[in-house]
């Protein structure tokens, strides 16, 4: 029961970041599209701020990483 | 590192300022700034006439290399053309002949357009031609019917028998893209009323082609068909031309061109010059080991009426310096990583040396593989192959050099050759990713904390060479706070003796108002911000075990697929996507690592680029 819980908080701790990135960089994606479209030269702020919601999933998945060492996996 | 800058003037004698011009502009040294205005100076005189007079013709040239396609390797010529009236006309009319032959290409590809909508009705009605005609003088309609709409023709074929008693004769066909094609052939009498009443309908008709002499299409299908197989012909004849003329006339074109922009330079740079009746002044910007040659240079040209004179640091500000990089050939390509973002401002810190030190490692760390290294080496000599020196896709593949290289140096420290495929070659790994997981992880957020300490060390030198001095001593406090707090912790897990735990947190909690007294409360939420900062480098870890991984995976399906033929097939395409992946990724994350948790500590962008005075160059 316990490993079950450890195993649901983990994909609990990767997916629910996942969603909340997949949230962000899909309303960033299209405002930066839009931008770029205007002024191509924003090409590299436009790739960083897409890349600034990953540390959410990347942080999650750390953490769900953690999780399943702990629980022996 | 920004190149140490040196403000000249230069000086002499009114009727010299043409010449000094043309001196500097062979030089290609000096980067013109307008010197401090007083009220009583004047600017040099520009001739704006010769201005429009040249622009004019520069478009001219430029209208005629665009439109005869000439090529930047279009040859050379011998000597710069002279901007004369003989020039000009010569330009004009090569311009004219250029927009003939263009205008004529694109007449015949227009009319080669409409014709093939007509192929469709040349096929389908083609068996007609020939046929004798029910009303030989009448008129025809075209129209073609969207797909779909053929129960309609039924209703079209009666209104329309029903209006014009009969005098009327449909035909359709159904086309291959599924809409139909309707011929619709009525007499002279009833021509009008059909018309009005497709009009009415709306019905769109296809307009008839002209100049065929011919108003019944099924009369001149047989000139539409051979006007049709003749445009290939004119074309190939106009590019024919276009070519002969774009030989002939494409290196004086280009020669002229160039001249032209040179003209142009000039007279901007005018614009930046103060002269009065006797006397002219230049005031500009070059490197400072270049003096000598600039005074040199203009002795020679000019004579000693010509007087170039440097001006102390103390007249000038180190912001209006402009900006050129300059660092050893071995970092000079990730000046491409450095330029994405706008110069830094002059006096600061170029950070070019510090991507190109952590950079390959950082994305090396992630992707650590000695098959996809190898990879990647592969696709970086094939762009070096089809790029030339000094431009930036040899820069882009110098980076992936020194990327793929420390893919595949980790990769050995890792043990990892396309995944496990490493150890079972028997590839002995000396830190095993994929069972150090927390190592790996203590591993990327050290890496994290020397690379912002590193940040923080340089912010302070900035802020100390700028004469900042509270800043500096802000910086230095931040940076003994974050080794503290590094210390603190290692004592609090006992790889340090667990006594010094409280020295340590003591010592923390002394600096913190230290801190807070040398820049404010905000100082708080930066050292906040930097602690944030250090964990993000966990993404090193993140995405070099799902890297790990997903190589794992697809050296699963090898027996996984129940047949191997099936299962190697899998296992290359999935190693083919992770490479895809494990090139985009890294390369993101260590772009963002370093723009926004290291650059965020000292960059300062706002520079002005080092433009110097020179011979226009064509960037094509």
């Known amino acids: 029961m316990e490993i079950a819980l450890l195993a649901l908080a983990a994909a609990l701790a990767i997916g629910v970041p996942a969603i909340a990135t997949a949230w962000a960089q899909g309303r960033i994606g299209p405002a930066a599209a ?29 953490v769900a990483v953690l999780i399943l060492l702990r629980a022996g996996g | 590192m920004i190149v140490r800058m040196a403000r000249v003037r230069v000086a002499g004698p009114r009727p010299r300022l043409d010449q000094v011009l043309e001196v500097l502009q062979d030089s290609g040294l000096l980067h013109l700034d307008r010197p401090p205005t007083p009220e009583t100076s004047y600017p040099a005189h520009t001739p704006t006439k010769e201005r429009r007079h040249t622009e004019r013709c520069l478009v001219d040239v430029d209208t005629a290399i665009e439109r005869l396609q000439v090529m930047p390797n279009a040859g050379r010529f011998p000597d710069a053309p002279a901007l004369t009236r003989e020039a000009v006309r010569r330009a004009r009319r090569v ?12 007449a015949l590809e227009e009319e080669r357009v409409l014709l093939l909508r ?20 009448g008129q025809a309609f075209y129209v073609v019917l969207r797909a779909g709409a053929g129960g309609a023709l039924g209703e079209l074929k009666h209104s329309l028998e029903t209006a014009v008693h009969g005098e009327v004769e ?18 002279e009498r009833a021509a009008p009323t059909v018309s009005s009443l497709l009009s009415a309908s709306r019905v769109e008709e296809l307009p008839a082609p002209g100049g065929l002499g011919h108003t019944n299409l099924l009369r001149a299908l047989p000139s539409l068909k051979s ?26 074109l280009m020669a002229l061109r160039a001249s032209l922009r040179d003209r142009l330079l000039l007279l901007d740079a005018r614009s930046r010059v103060l002269a009065a009746t006797h006397l002219f002044v230049i005031e500009g910007w070059l490197p400072g080991a270049r003096i000598g040659e600039l005074e040199q240079r203009l002795q020679s040209a000019c004579g000693p009426e010509v007087v170039t004179s440097t001006i102390g640091q103390e007249d000038w500000s180190a ?45 090396g760390l992630m992707l650590g593989d000695v098959g996809y290294g190898l990879m990647l080496a592969a696709l970086a000599w094939l762009l070096r192959r089809r790029s030339t020196p000094d431009s930036a896709l040899r820069s882009i593949s110098t980076i992936g050099f020194a990327c793929a290289s420390s893919a595949v140096a980790f990769g050995l420290v890792f043990g990892e050759l396309f995944g496990s495929l490493g150890q079972a070659i028997g590839l002995k790994p000396f830190f095993n990713r994929e069972t150090a997981t927390v190592s790996f992880l203590g591993l990327a957020i050290a890496l994290g904390a020397v690379h912002i300490a590193l940040g923080i060390v340089l912010a302070g030198l900035n802020a ?3 004469g900042h001095r509270r800043e500096a001593m802000g910086r230095g406090v931040t940076l003994s706070m974050l080794v503290l ?9 006992e790889v340090l003796p667990a006594a010094l735990f409280t020295p340590f947190a003591i010592a923390i909690l002394v600096a913190f108002p230290v801190l807070v007294a040398l820049e404010g409360v905000v100082a708080i939420i930066e050292l906040l911000s930097t602690f944030g900062h250090i964990l993000s480098y966990a993404r090193i870890m993140a995405l070099g075990t799902a890297s790990l991984m997903l190589a794992v995976v697809a050296n699963e399906m090898v027996g996984a697929m129940g047949s191997v033929v099936v299962g190697v097939l899998f296992a290359l395409l999935f190693h083919l996507v992770n490479f895809a992946i494990g090139l985009f990724s890294p390369t993101i994350h260590a772009l963002r690592l370093h723009y926004v948790e290291f650059f965020g500590h000292f960059f300062s962008p706002g520079g002005a680029e080092y433009r110097p005075l020179g011979h226009w160059h064509s960037t094509t």
């Open chain 2, 170 to 187: 449909v035909l359709h066909r159904a086309l291959p893209s599924g809409e139909w094609a309707v011929l619709i052939l009525v007499s």
């Open chain 2, 227 to 252: 006007r049709l197989a003749s445009i290939p012909g004119a074309l190939a004849a106009l590019d024919a031309d276009r070519r002969s003329l774009a030989r002939v006339e494409g290196p004086w």
């Open chain 2, 95 to 106: 311009r004219r002949q250029a927009d003939r032959l263009t205008g004529e290409r694109t």
């Open chain 2, 464 to 466: 100390w060479h700028r």
């Open chain 2, 319 to 363: 912001p209006d310096a402009p900006v050129a990089l300059h660092n050893p050939p071995i970092f000079r390509p990730f000046e491409v990583v450095t330029r994405t973002l706008p110069l830094p401002k002059y006096g600061t810190i170029d950070p070019t040396p510090f991507v190109a030190v952590f950079f390959p490692a950082f994305f």
């Open chain 2, 485 to 493: 707090t590094v210390l603190a912790l290692l004592a609090a897990v």
């Open chain 2, 118 to 137: 007509y192929r469709a009705f040349f096929q389908a009605f083609e068996s007609l031609v020939g046929h004798e005609l029910t009303w030989p003088d």
């Open chain 1, 34 to 62: 839009a931008s770029l479209a205007e002024k191509p030269e924003l090409s590299t702020t436009a790739i960083i701020l897409i890349a600034i919601p990953e540390t959410m999933v990347i942080l999650g998945f750390v």
